[in-house]
């Protein structure tokens, strides 16, 4: 992929689908269960390194399991593009996962939800923007000792961070690669 080249609703959902067996298993969904699922519907090669080694590991080490559930933060934010979630709210607080999991066709096929997939090109870009800034924010804030402003939430920023940073293609970056850098 070209440096900075935004992905496509297509790339996108086949990410989402992929990340969400992840984040599924890291709250105790069976991995067999969700393997068998993702190689089903073809998914299988969207899986990264980081997920593979999480999804075949029968004990995962407890940093990465607290890692993998963070990344509901950046699941919901490819949902938001692709319009399967409404809305993206403020980063004040974490995601409604309610809404990630009504968005998932867990255990059925993933025909429509690719067929009704589409990306809010503009609105991805404008987010990405945001995103940058309020980590700007963020990051100047902890350094100078201060209180981190208007609320925000570091973690839900880091991941939303991530996941926009991906979408919109940053220095070519692969997902497991991805810097949401300031």
């Known amino acids: 992929m070209d440096t900075d080249t935004l992905r496509t609703a297509s790339e996108v959902a086949r990410r989402s689908l992929a990340l969400y067996a992840a984040v599924a298993a890291a709250h105790g969904v069976p991995r067999d269960d969700l393997v068998e699922w993702l190689k089903e519907e073809g998914l299988w090669a969207e899986i990264t390194p980081r997920e593979l080694r ?8 407890e940093k990465e399991q607290i890692w993998m559930t963070w990344f509901a933060e950046a699941e919901f934010v490819l949902l938001w593009s692709i319009g399967k979630v409404q809305t993206l709210p403020p980063p004040t607080s974490r995601c409604d ?86």
């Open 54 to 61: 999480f999804l075949t590991q029968t004990q995962a080490p």
């Open 97 to 182: 996962t309610d809404q990630i999991i009504a968005a998932i066709p867990l255990w059925d096929s993933t025909v429509s939800f690719f067929q009704s997939a589409a990306l809010r090109e503009k609105q991805v870009e404008e987010e990405a923007e945001k995103a940058y800034d309020i980590n700007v924010e963020i990051r100047k804030a902890i350094r100078q000792g201060a209180p981190i402003p208007n609320g925000y939430d570091k973690d839900v920023v880091f991941f939303r961070h991530y996941a926009l940073n991906w979408i919109t293609g940053y220095c070519g970056q692969a997902w497991d690669e991805i810097t949401p850098d300031t």
